[in-house]
């Protein structure tokens, strides 16, 4: 191997070890209404965050009345996950 090849494999793992590293501390959530009729994720990386989908979730019981339903958390917390506790602890999601 050249150096020039070390330093691109280098380069390629840490980005890759980057991006992991986001996603591990700010893991991606599933949603459900209640009833089982609606449904949403995070997509943390496209934008799509907490706030979206709560707004999602608002408009969904405004335009079907459904006020007596609530937002359920389908992915479950992984606490082996220690980078992700200080958005499990800080975050209402």
């Known amino acids: 191997m050249t150096i020039r090849e070390i330093c691109l494999l280098i380069l390629v793992l840490g980005i890759t070890l980057l991006f992991g590293i986001i996603k591990i501390h700010n893991p991606d959530v599933s949603f459900e ?3 089982g009729h609606w449904g949403d994720s995070e997509v943390q990386f496209k934008g799509r965050d907490y706030s979206l989908i709560e707004e999602g979730f608002r408009r969904y019981k405004l ?6 339903v609530y937002l359920v958390r389908n992915t479950e917390k992984n606490w082996i996950n220690v980078l992700a506790w200080p958005n499990y602890l800080s975050h209402e999601k």
């Open 33 to 35: 209404s209640s009833d």
């Open 63 to 68: 335009q079907c009345n459904a006020s007596d």
